[in-house]
């Protein structure tokens, strides 16, 4: 049996948000775990994703830009969260269906430091996966995420060596190129100004799509900012996406995931020893003018 989900989907499109409800409980019935998405995987891999989702660790993060628990744990931990943060109600405001005199107080009523993840006793009962925010330009990707699947079984049954040269190679050949800058940030203040300063550039157009994670069970946990564009082999254009996040006001280390990775369940501690980021930005509040230090984390060189 297979099963069709997606890891970190951009944005589902309007037929998936519909339909996604009737395809949980379709797959539930025969004892399978589904959101609406279109990445193959095997019942074997959702049931130990579903396994790992109960292990109850706290968690913090590294410097890698990824989130990390205490001891040894595998990626599949961190696939089965962002699985299960998919399936889940978003809170969504389309600036290219909602009047923008609407923003203010959407954005008011839902700062990520004050929704909970897993609902609450003060009006939100239900848990809510993300807080999204499409802008006026977005639109979803159309790249063959099932073609990119089965392309990546039959590469790991190959027994290739698998570097991110393959991943990307896979990528190219099936179009999935979309990637987001992440950052990753204390609850509070901090990540409702961050957020505050994301979502008004998305609405204005600077940005095609940002979501950001409400608030966990922790008291001190952390959120992660998701910021994306279009193509992640366009170095040219993430670096865009990087001073437009820098101009809005956002001084915080961000890293570069490419969506394939998330896609293909490829997260901290995978057993090929990738590291899911391919960029690494440090703003330099001393460099006059004021600008990000990136580093290519793949051939460790400096991009600017």
């Known amino acids: ?15 998936q ?8 409980k379709k797959w539930e019935l025969v004892g399978c775990v589904i959101i609406a998405g279109s990445v193959l995987f095997s019942s074997n891999t959702v049931l130990n994703l579903a396994k790992a989702k109960m292990e109850e660790e706290e968690e913090e ?5 990824e989130m990390e628990s205490p001891g040894v744990l595998t990626a599949d931990k961190y696939a089965a969260e962002a699985m299960a943060a998919d399936m889940d109600p978003w809170i969504e405001f389309d600036a290219r269906k909602t009047p923008r005199a609407e923003f203010e107080s959407w ?5 990520p430091s004050q929704v909970m993840r897993y609902g609450d006793n003060e009006g939100r009962p239900s848990p809510v996966g993300w807080i999204v925010v499409q802008g006026p330009d977005h639109f979803p990707s159309t790249g063959d995420v099932i073609g990119l699947q089965e392309s990546w079984e039959r590469l790991l049954a190959s027994g290739r060596a698998v570097d991110f040269h393959t991943v990307k190679e896979l990528a190219l050949n099936h179009g999935v190129l979309t990637g987001k800058w992440l950052m990753h940030l204390d609850t509070g203040f901090k990540v409702d100004h961050a957020w505050e300063c994301i979502a008004r550039a998305t609405v204005e157009g600077k940005i095609s799509a940002a979501k950001v994670s409400p608030r966990g069970p922790e008291p001190d946990g952390k959120h992660v900012i998701c910021i994306y564009n279009q193509t992640f082999t366009n170095e040219e254009q993430v670096m865009r996406l990087d001073a437009v996040i820098r101009a809005a006001g956002v001084k915080c280390p961000l890293f570069y995931k490419p969506d394939v990775y998330s896609y293909l369940g490829i997260y901290r501690n995978n057993r090929w020893k990738l590291c899911p980021t391919i960029y690494e930005s440090k703003f330099d509040l001393e460099c006059v003018p004021r600008r990000s230090h990136i580093i290519n984390r793949v051939t460790g060189l400096a991009v600017t």
């Open 1 to 15: 049996m297979r099963i069709a989900f997606a890891f970190y989907a951009p944005v589902l499109s309007a037929a």
């Open 17 to 24: 948000c519909l339909n996604k409800a009737s395809f949980r």
């Open 61 to 65: 993060i590294d410097v890698e830009g």
């Open 107 to 111: 954005l008011k009523s839902n700062r």
